[in-house]
């Protein structure tokens, strides 16, 4: 029996490449973290910078239900850094839970929260917590944003009417 190897094209180590370096640039990347904005202007800004005084986002759970949308980024809060186009949403920082039980969360990217529903530019999270005001880094995957793509936040957390999470988000921005 003889194996038969394909040599790969010019067309396919071009693809090969371009993934390789889109990869080096998420893991080798600065990240930038933020909290709920000090003095917030309706959706335009709502998040600052980690800083004195800046809290974390806070997101309810309804009734057995999901809780109501609430934003994490404003059409002004990114870029972070002059010149970025683009950002993905990478990482959440968690710094309370009301619940000792299992939460879902989803990450909406749009206009509104119910526009990323239907539009399906949103990811979903399942967690699970063991203990009261757990702290926790939680990896978030999501596709690349252009800058001043507003971001949005909900939870449920089944047999529950409230449960609060309390967290800081980071992303990662890039040129292009």
Avoid at 7 to 25: G, K, M
Avoid at 48 to 69: K, S, Y
Avoid at 78 to 103: C, L, W
């Amino acid at each position: 029996m003889k194996l038969t190897v394909e040599q790969p094209t010019n067309t396919d180590l071009t693809a090969i490449s371009a993934e390789v370096d889109e990869v080096e640039r998420h893991l080798h990347n600065y990240e930038r973290w933020f909290g709920l904005a000090l003095v917030p202007n309706a959706e335009i800004h709502v998040a600052d910078r980690l800083g004195v005084g800046v809290l974390p986002f806070q997101i309810d759970a309804g009734n057995d239900t999901w809780g109501a949308w609430v934003q994490m980024l404003g059409s002004s809060d990114t870029p972070a850094d002059v010149g970025k186009v683009k950002f993905d949403f990478h990482e959440i920082q968690m710094t309370g839970n009301e619940r000792m039980s299992d939460y879902f969360i989803q990450f909406g990217f749009g206009a509104s929260g119910a526009a990323a529903l239907a539009a399906l530019t949103y990811t979903e999270k399942a967690l699970t917590f063991d203990g009261i005001n757990y702290e926790r880094y939680f990896e978030v995957m999501s596709r690349r944003q252009n800058a001043a793509t507003k971001v949005w936040a909900r939870c449920l957390c089944p047999g529950q009417n409230t449960a609060t999470l309390d967290f800081y988000i980071g992303i990662h921005e890039y040129d292009a």
